[in-house]
């Protein structure tokens, strides 16, 4: 009896250990948007994308989730692409946006469907502070999703 007791707890702490990292990609906080999921305000225009090697598929269940430019600290960082398991059923990965408006880029994170992105502190403040002064009037001069 103690030998089975013993497996069955083997088993259920393995089971826990090895689904952490899972866990960890998934937003728990209910509504409240990772940092990385902000929609930020870059001063220059996005370098263009990179060509990537996609590296053999790790399992039948995983998406290629390509490459993308991200504004991090004041300028573009490379975010390379990977083999990611949606983390929900019926999920769909969503590419990065990236939208001229006037001398600025608004960036939008490439994301699961299932993730809330939300307006980044930096970006209602630019926008906010050319609204104001009159040099933002809503248009858009490009949209690029893939440059």
Do not use: C
């Amino acid at each position: 009896m103690l030998k089975i007791i013993g497996k069955s707890v083997a088993v259920m702490a393995f089971a826990a250990l090895t689904s952490l990292p899972a866990a960890g990609q998934v937003d728990l906080r209910f509504g409240i948007p990772l940092p990385e999921l902000e929609i930020r305000v870059g001063q220059s225009a996005p370098p263009r994308m990179r060509s990537e090697h996609k590296p053999p598929r790790p399992g039948r269940d995983y998406m290629w989730l390509k490459g993308s430019w991200g504004w991090q600290s004041n300028d573009w960082a490379w975010m390379p692409g990977r083999w990611e398991r949606p983390h929900q059923h019926g999920a769909w990965w969503v590419q990065a946006r990236y939208v001229r408006e006037g001398r600025a880029w608004r960036y939008e994170p490439a994301h699961w469907s299932t993730q809330r992105v939300i307006e980044g502190e930096d970006y209602r403040r630019w926008r906010s502070e050319n609204e104001r002064d009159g040099h933002h009037d809503g248009h858009h001069d490009g949209d690029h999703h893939d440059r």
